[in-house]
């Protein structure tokens, strides 16, 4: 990772990374003697050890830590133990900067991921920062394109495969080698999330300092404007894909026979759209006709087509017509951080379409050996991969253990050291770790995402399943969406989240569906009940508990 940690010291740019601060920083703790360096050379040279380093980073996270919280529904042992490793060990090789606390607490029904908000926002920083170099830009992306391609082939054929063909020590490999490929890609894509923390910061300072001179244009305004993606989401996408077979379908213009076969290659396309990290398989081909037939029979279909296919042209003009309006359209500083949040935006969706299909393909591959060894999934789900691989050597699960980690299992990662607590300790670790308290709150403040003022009734949830008992009006608040989101997102009067920034799925969503959408509220869904009632101020990023 670092070219001089084999001798046990770090250069001053390397250790600066490490530690996510400045080489000036460095410097400056160097001569107050906070963090003393070693001098090599006959340039006196700064290297630094890397357990002093250690040491200056514990003493940090001993501090009140603020923690950026994810939730979710449910995400098992064996699918987040490879994405951990992502994080912890593979960051730093595409991004040159690490997480230093982090932790992941989950169970049967119920997930949490937590970083420390300062090292996000570090991590935010330095991914824009080295983004903005056109040339590094480019090299990541290829890299990015490249893990798709590997990761879209490997999933088309995990879908049609016969497994049974496989020995069981190749099926092993292959399970190592996907279980490789998803951990490689979580340490590429995990900056996305500081990104957007970051990019909310950057992109704010610079729309405020040109609206001073133009005070007839809100800030919110432009903020929706420019922070909103130019092209449609995947989700989007497959709507408009079936939304123009079921017009043709409608007014009969399409043979039988052509229809099926559109359908299959949809079906091929988007299958991915109906998992979740607690879904492992679906009736895609179900699925893809349900939405056929529930478009077909829409009124508003030609409203919606229009809609879709004016998108990208709709979203430009308003970018370059507004940009021109406050003096930005030759500010290069501004465009290259539009051009980041717009790419930043794609990646977002390719990593939930990356994570979704890698995850297909690994238990699917665990399935099977589950099945030639007589061991059920809901068992093996709980397994490290280590554990699995072991399996195949003869060496037996620990069954009290596995039970164990499906009540709870927290595995907490300092300064690259890693963890695991399962059962009742885990639960008093992760109390002991969170330490976080919070107050009753009458307003709650996040981000503007899409604009807009409702007030109506909360629909408090964190599961997608449970999301789809919405009804139509009522306002959506759960931690973060994901693509089975969708249907109920359609239904919502208004969108609330407890995460998420400029190019979170949930912003996305909103800006095509035009409805208002308040992200990054950190706490909405522990503070606000179903049933209550709420207004959703999205021009102010405010949601405000009526009665």
């Known amino acids: 990772m670092y070219d001089t940690e084999k001798q046990g010291l770090l250069t001053l740019k390397e250790a600066a990374n490490f530690l996510g601060v400045k080489s000036v920083t460095l410097r400056k703790w160097d001569n ?7 001098r090599i050379g006959a340039r006196q040279d700064r290297r630094y050890r890397m357990e002093d380093l250690v040491k200056m980073i514990d003493a ?3 501090e009140k830590v603020v923690w950026q919280e994810y939730l979710r529904k449910k995400i098992t042992v064996n699918i987040i133990a490879p994405i951990i490793d992502g994080v912890t060990r593979r960051l730093a090789k595409y991004w040159q900067i690490n997480y230093h606390y982090h932790m992941s607490y989950g169970g049967e029904d119920f997930y949490y991921y937590c970083c420390s908000e300062k090292d996000n926002i570090l991590v935010g920083e330095k991914a824009i920062e080295l983004y903005l170099d056109g040339r590094f830009a480019r090299a990541i992306k290829a890299k990015w394109i490249n893990f798709f391609k590997k990761i879209y082939h490997l999933s088309e054929a995990a879908r049609v495969v016969d497994w049974k063909k496989y020995p069981l020590k190749s099926l092993i490999r292959y399970y190592q080698d996907i279980v490789e490929l998803n951990a490689e890609y979580a340490g590429m894509s995990i900056v996305i999330d500081g990104v957007d923390e970051a990019g909310v910061i950057h992109l704010s300072k610079l729309l405020k300092a040109a609206l001073v001179k133009h005070p007839a244009v809100s800030y919110s305004e432009a903020f929706d404007v420019f922070s909103a993606p130019s092209v449609l989401s995947a989700a989007s996408e497959r709507d408009r894909s079936i939304g123009i077979l079921a017009k043709k379908a409608r007014t009969k213009k399409i043979a039988g026979s052509v229809l099926e076969k559109e359908l299959k290659a949809l079906v091929k396309k988007y299958w991915w759209l109906d998992l979740a990290w607690y879904v492992y398989d679906a009736d895609f081909d179900a699925n893809i006709r349900k939405s056929l037939n529930e478009l077909a029979a829409d009124s508003n279909l030609d409203k919606k ?4 296919e004016g998108y990208h042209g709709e979203m430009e003009a308003k970018k370059n017509n507004l940009a021109k309006k406050i003096g930005l359209n030759k500010d290069a500083i501004f465009q290259k951080y539009v051009r980041v949040v717009g790419d930043f935006t794609l990646f977002h969706d390719w990593r939930k379409e990356f994570q979704m299909r890698g995850m297909y393909v690994q238990m699917a591959a665990l399935k099977e050996i589950g099945r030639r060894l007589k061991i059920s999934i809901d068992v093996l789900e709980w397994a490290t991969p280590d554990e699995v691989v072991e399996l195949a050597g003869g060496v037996k699960l620990d069954l009290p253990g596995i039970y164990r980690r499906s009540r709870g299992y927290l595995i907490l990662v300092k300064n690259n050291r ?15 770790e969170r330490v976080a308290t919070i107050q009753v709150l009458n307003d709650l403040q996040g981000i503007s995402a899409s604009r807009g003022k409702v007030t109506g009734e909360a629909y408090v949830t964190l599961s997608a399943v449970d999301a789809m008992n919405i009804k139509e009006g009522q306002i959506l608040v759960t931690s973060q969406t994901t693509p089975d989101f969708i249907p109920a997102m359609k239904k919502a009067a208004a969108i609330v989240t407890d995460e998420g920034g400029l190019t979170s799925h949930a912003a996305i969503i909103a800006r095509e569906l035009g409805i208002p959408c308040v992200i990054g509220t950190k706490y909405a ?15 102010h990023g405010v949601v405000r508990i009526l009665k």
């Open 418 to 432: 890693q963890e695991m607590f399962t059962g009742e300790e885990a639960e008093k670790r992760w109390a002991k």
């Open 32 to 38: 107050e003697g906070k963090l003393k360096a070693v």
């Open 60 to 62: 940090t996270v001993d």
């Open 305 to 308: 087509l229009n809609s879709w």
């Open 525 to 539: 869904t522990r503070i606000l009940r179903t049933g209550q009632l709420i207004e959703v101020a999205a021009n």
